[in-house]
């Protein structure tokens, strides 16, 4: 906690100069760069690569969580209870099915560029989202939704103001995984023309510059670490409520 | 009124209810007592449908509780279940305000309901209103439980052993609370205990459970007096019967004119309480206070003669 209030501004100041101030860093990386080679990677700014692979993890999370949840609400449903195995399988096929393969199979029919990586990071985005909500759906605590049916609230209500509620930090947990799972991912949209901080990674790797793959995974590792503290932090502050 | 009318519960093999009649007047409380698993929670939960029964029907004034949906039933019928069962996402406020929020009370009327209750139950509203349920002790998560489901002063309340955690003194104020609260609002209470003491304190009539059949169902003194079964007796407690019979009788009832030494005993004193006072003082009567007449006396053989047991 005390260490966290340091490292965490640290860390964020890090970032930003590794992203809007490449050049300061030119003295750390040279080293690693071939000789004569180019230090810092200027084919297109890291900000607008940052800025693009961020909402390619955030629009795959979005959807993933959209899709994940409603899922996990139907089957949780009497009426749904009976699909549960059959989702199971479902988003279990999503995630074992490798990323790589995802793409391979995507390009043909959504083309190069965005389409493809959106489609694998949705995928594999499902499971985690999936079977925390639906494990925080069906472990609620039974005297509270004995007297949330006891004091006449219907279906509806139950589940938008308790059972969703009490179900949030689960879930969000599950959202946590998902998105920093597809932080990393996000990398292997490059080979397919999504624009991300990939293509400093396979660029660094195609020319043996060390430097670039460096700085390419500095900045995904660093915004991996942050964003998953920053949820973290919010479930704490959720959970402390709920939990008795 | 309610009308429990041949109410029957099987799951699977067993039978948690079985066949259980019997007629509540309005503005009493009937307190459903019985060991555990006798099938008291059971034919709490059949009352708001909570459980549909296998056979047989409830009737709340003449109308049969399948008649409308099950909750908008449940939203006239206050409940406290065993164990709070309290919104840990919510404050003490918002849990006991759920109810009168559901039927579209005003903002102020239900923050004045919320404090209201929170005095009543000796919590006070600024330091308890804005907590979460976890940051209470057990007593007092159990106390908001009932206040939640007094809030919309239903007619009808269904309490299912709301005292469990209560600590013999607050319990026995809490219990004194609900007496009250009952008296002035005239509210119909059904209260499932397994502590025939508290049966016998706050009931006007008790049921008997035993194995899911109703096996006695009368005033306290009755019960008290002619247990139907020996299961009966053995809960009424056979060693204790005689003083349990003279609490429950008043010692007006058998005050005699004429003048006794010592301090008077207050008007609403029970026998139990005169045989107390005599022996504590060593006389052989107490004076007591009448409703007419004047103040009289109640001697130990007039309280012996109440003590009696028919055989
Ligand atoms: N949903 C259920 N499925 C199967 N059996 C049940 C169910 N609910 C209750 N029972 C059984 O019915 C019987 C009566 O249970 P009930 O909860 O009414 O007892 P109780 O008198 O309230 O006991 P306690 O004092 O322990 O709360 C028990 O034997 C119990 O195991
Ligand atoms: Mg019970």
Redesign the interface.
């Given at each position: 906690m005390r260490i966290g209030t340091f490292l965490r501004p640290a860390l964020v100041l890090l970032l930003l100069a590794l992203v809007l101030r490449p050049d300061w860093f030119v003295p750390l990386f040279a080293p690693l760069a071939p000789v004569g080679g180019p230090v810092i990677y200027a084919r297109s700014s890291l900000l607008s690569l940052s800025l693009s692979h961020l909402g390619l993890v955030a629009a795959a999370t979005a959807a993933a969580t959209l899709i994940a949840v409603s899922l996990a609400i139907l089957v949780t449903r009497p009426a749904g209870a009976a699909f549960r195995p059959l989702s199971r399988t479902i988003t279990n096929m999503g995630q074992t099915f490798p990323p790589v393969a995802v793409l391979a199979l995507a390009v043909p029919a959504l083309g190069f560029g965005a389409g493809p990586t959106l489609v694998a990071l949705f995928l594999y985005g499902l499971l985690p989202i999936f079977e925390n909500s639906v494990a925080a759906l069906t472990s609620l605590p039974p005297a509270t939704m004995e007297a949330a049916r006891g004091m006449g609230l219907n279906r509806r209500q139950r589940l938008w103001q308790v059972e969703l509620p009490l179900a949030l930090p689960v879930m969000l947990t599950g959202i946590r995984l998902s998105a920093v799972i597809s932080l990393g991912t996000a990398t292997i949209g490059s080979t397919v023309a999504a624009r991300t901080l990939g293509e400093v990674i396979i660029a660094g790797l195609l020319t043996s510059n060390t430097a670039y793959v460096l700085q390419g995974g500095l900045i995904v590792g660093l915004f991996a670490v942050l964003i998953y503290d920053a949820l973290v932090q919010l479930e704490k502050r959720l959970s402390r409520q709920t939990s008795s | 009124m309610i009308e429990i009318d041949h109410l029957t519960k099987v799951y699977g093999s067993a039978t948690a209810v079985d066949d259980v009649t019997l007629t509540a007047q309005s503005g009493t409380i009937t307190a459903i007592v019985g060991t555990s698993g006798s099938g008291k929670t059971t034919l709490l939960r059949m009352i708001?449908r909570?459980e549909e029964p296998t056979s047989g029907e409830v009737r709340i004034n003449g109308e049969t509780t399948t008649d409308v949906k099950p909750?908008?039933?449940?939203?006239?019928i206050g409940?406290a279940?065993?164990?709070?069962?309290?919104?840990?996402?919510h404050t003490v406020g918002r849990n006991i305000g759920?109810?009168p929020r559901?039927l579209g009370w005003p903002r102020e009327k239900i923050r004045a309901r919320v404090d209201e209750l929170l005095d009543l139950f000796s919590l006070d509203p600024a330091e308890f209103r804005d907590r979460?349920?976890?940051e209470l002790s057990g007593g007092q998560q159990q106390r908001v439980?009932v206040a939640?489901a007094l809030a919309s002063r239903p007619d009808l309340l269904l309490m299912d052993e709301p005292f469990g955690a209560l600590d013999p003194i607050i319990r026995a104020r809490a219990q004194d609370d609900l007496r009250r609260i009952q008296r002035t609002l005239g509210s119909t209470i059904m209260l499932v205990t397994h502590d025939m003491e508290e049966a016998i304190r706050l009931g006007d009539h008790v049921a008997v459970m035993d194995g899911g059949r109703l096996v006695q169902y009368a005033p306290p003194a009755e019960i008290v007096a002619r247990p139907a079964t020996p299961f009966v007796a053995d809960m009424v407690g056979d060693v204790d019967r005689p003083l349990r019979l003279l609490s429950l009788i008043p010692a007006a009832e058998v005050a005699e004119d004429g003048a006794a030494e010592g301090e008077a005993l207050p008007r609403n004193a029970s026998l139990r309480d005169a045989l107390s006072a005599c022996l504590r003082t060593g006389r052989e009567a107490v004076p007591v206070q009448r409703e007419e007449g004047g103040p009289g006396r109640a001697t130990l053989a007039a309280i012996r003669a109440r003590a009696e047991l028919p055989e």
């Open positions: - | 708001n909570l909750y908008v039933l449940r939203r006239r409940y279940i065993q164990g709070h069962g309290l919104f840990p996402h759920a109810v559901l979460y349920p976890a439980g939640r």
